[in-house]
């Protein structure tokens, strides 16, 4: 598509996105997909390949040659050398959720332009939300504007977070989920990085922090952003990765919280 414009871009993503949202939902009714371990630690289900394919070929059809990077398809060299125009794909995030019969599970959709994230789409269909957003235009959940909460110290802000599927990983992260617990409100894990970074969005958590990969978190990352939510790294971003792409110790809040959630985080480390 020629001089395709962000509006018709996010609107293709939406209607691609809630189609994939039908297969998931279909799927789990008819409870006919086969599970296994990727790399012996991550779930994936046949489901997960199927919806990929399914959004590669829509995505195919309507933008001709634009490069895609998806977790069943992910080529390391995407992140270090970025196509101009890049989809970043993530069939469902939540695979044990869905799995398991738990209902945090999205299709998330996002778009960067050289290095920028300039379309975000993520379906949680069964929750029955759509959060939507582009580059300029504001973000939305099911058309509705949505903004962040305006809560401003660490003992009002409600944390979301999660935890990596390597267990030897998980230990290093105690001392920052305990400072969490200790200075803030308190803590969720939904099992969806995609959905708790609209979550902060739109105000039903007041911030978010966690490593994960691309595909996880960049349709939220421009969603929250267009929100109105303050998004970024608790380390430096290396200077060959765009900062819409690099997925590591990623913080996303409610503008007021930001430097304070900021500074806990790194004093726990020490």
């Known amino acids: 598509m020629a001089n395709v414009t962000l509006e018709q871009r996010l609107a293709l993503a939406v209607r691609i996105a809630e189609e994939a949202g039908q297969m998931i939902r279909d799927a789990r009714e008819q409870q006919t997909f086969s599970q296994?371990?990727?790399?012996?630690?991550?779930?994936?289900?046949?489901?997960?390949?199927?919806?990929?394919?399914?959004?590669?070929?829509?995505?195919?059809?309507?933008?001709?040659?634009?490069?895609?990077?998806?977790?069943?398809?992910?080529?390391?060299e995407a992140l270090h050398n970025p196509a101009e125009q890049l989809w970043v794909v993530d069939p469902i995030d939540g695979t044990v959720n869905f799995a398991q019969?738990?209902?945090?599970?999205?299709?998330?959709?996002?778009?960067?332009?050289?290095g920028v994230g300039k379309v975000g789409v993520v379906h949680a269909p069964f929750l029955n939300d759509t959060f939507s957003a582009a580059q300029g235009l504001g973000a939305f959940c099911n058309q509705q504007p949505i903004t962040p909460s305006d809560a401003d110290s660490l003992e009002s802000t409600l944390?979301?977070?999660?935890?990596?599927?390597?267990?030897?990983?998980?230990?290093?992260?105690?001392?920052r989920l305990e400072a969490a617990l200790t200075y803030c409100q308190d803590v969720r894990r939904n099992g969806s990085a995609a959905l708790?970074?609209?979550?902060?969005?739109?105000?039903?958590?007041?911030?978010?922090?966690?490593t994960v990969s691309p595909w996880d978190f960049v349709a939220g990352w421009v969603i929250a952003r267009e929100?109105?939510?303050r998004v970024g790294h608790l380390i430096d971003v290396p200077e060959d990765v765009p900062a819409d792409l690099f997925p590591e110790q990623l913080l996303v809040t409610t503008p007021k919280v930001y430097d304070a959630m900021a500074a806990m985080l790194k004093q726990a480390d020490r």
Do not use: M, N
Not at 53 to 73: K, M, N, V
Not at 163 to 175: E, H, M, N, S
Not at 196 to 210: F, K, M, P, S
């Open 227 to 229: 929100a109105g939510a």
């Open 36 to 76: 296994r371990l990727k790399a012996g630690i991550e779930l994936v289900t046949d489901v997960d390949v199927a919806v990929d394919q399914l959004i590669s070929q829509r995505l195919e059809e309507h933008f001709p040659g634009e490069a895609r990077l998806s977790e069943e398809l992910s080529p390391e």
């Open 101 to 114: 019969g738990l209902r945090h599970v999205a299709v998330s959709i996002g778009w960067i332009e050289q």
């Open 159 to 175: 944390v979301g977070t999660g935890f990596p599927y390597a267990k030897a990983a998980r230990k290093q992260l105690l001392p």
């Open 196 to 210: 708790d970074i609209c979550d902060v969005a739109c105000g039903r958590l007041d911030a978010y922090y966690e």
